[in-house]
């Protein structure tokens, strides 16, 4: 496994879509899809998704390129509640509002209330 999900949670929109905003660990590594390498550490990232429920099976469909991710905090170890990654969750609820505002701005979208 390339990444593991720390948090996830979803933000209701006023279009039916959510913004799905993610903490993760990524190994790192090459990019084939833009080229160049990622980082190894912890990544913010806020993305517009539909989810949907048809014969008992959940699907979740965004479109390439839609979201933003934000680098957190480096680490080379990936240890599931260490110190690194209580850095990266607070890092990332910091940053969090930022992230849901430009993806908001940019696929002109709107928080529901």
Do not use: H
């Not at 903490?23 to 899809?33: I, M, T, W």
């Not at 240890?79 to 890092?91: P, Y």
Request: hydrophobic residues 35%; contains cysteine; proline residues 1%.
């Amino acid at each position: 496994m390339n990444y593991r999900t720390i948090i996830t949670k979803y933000l209701k929109t006023t279009t039916g879509q959510e913004l799905k905003v993610e903490v993760y660990y990524s190994k790192g590594g090459a990019n084939y899809l833009a080229g160049g390498t990622i980082q190894r550490g912890y990544w913010l990232s806020v993305q517009p998704v539909s989810r949907s429920v048809s014969n008992g099976l959940r699907s979740e469909s965004f479109t390439l390129g839609s979201g933003v991710k934000y680098f957190l905090k480096e680490t080379r170890a990936d240890r599931r509640g260490g110190k690194t990654e209580r850095e990266a969750v607070k890092l990332a609820a910091d940053r969090e509002r930022l992230l849901i505002k430009e993806v908001c701005l940019r696929e002109k979208l709107e928080l529901a209330a």
